[in-house]
């Protein structure tokens, strides 16, 4: 196995993630029936945000967090589907790569989900500021 190094390599770790998470029973609803995503739309700017997190190549420009919270008015996110989302990403990630970006790609996305149950905590209080 190889590292994650590429544009390449960061659509097939998102392709592979998201084949997991449709099929999940504890999360896939999420995707399949509250957010109901335009898959053509959506992998290319998952693999933009990705890209920009993992390989410094600037290409997302949008806001994550503020979509989880929006997302959050719609079905009350738990830390247990957090914990799914990160342990599908963490499997794919060691089934597919080993090496420095791979470990980063796993730290990264757990600190990212903490960040993100806090400010969803935080958005459902008064003059939440983001």
């Not at 097939?12 to 997991?20: D, G, I, M, Q």
């Not at 099929?23 to 890209?51: A, R, S, Y």
Request: proline content about 2%; overall charge positive; some cysteine.
């Amino acid at each position: 196995m190889k590292d994650i190094t590429s544009r390449n390599d960061i659509e097939l770790l998102v392709n592979e993630f998201y084949k997991k998470v449709l099929k999940d029973e504890l999360i896939g609803f999420i995707f399949t029936k509250i957010v109901q995503l335009n898959w053509e739309m959506h992998i290319p700017i998952i693999c933009d945000f990705w890209e920009s997190v993992l390989l410094d190549n600037i290409k997302y420009k949008g806001n994550p967090i503020l979509k989880h919270i929006a997302l959050n008015k719609k079905v009350n996110l738990k830390n247990e589907h957090f914990e799914r989302w990160l342990l599908l990403w963490q499997n794919t990630i060691q089934a597919n790569f080993l090496g420095k970006t791979a470990e980063e790609a796993i730290k990264k996305a757990n600190m990212m989900g903490n960040l993100m149950r806090y400010k969803i905590e935080k958005s459902k209080e008064t003059g939440f500021i983001q």
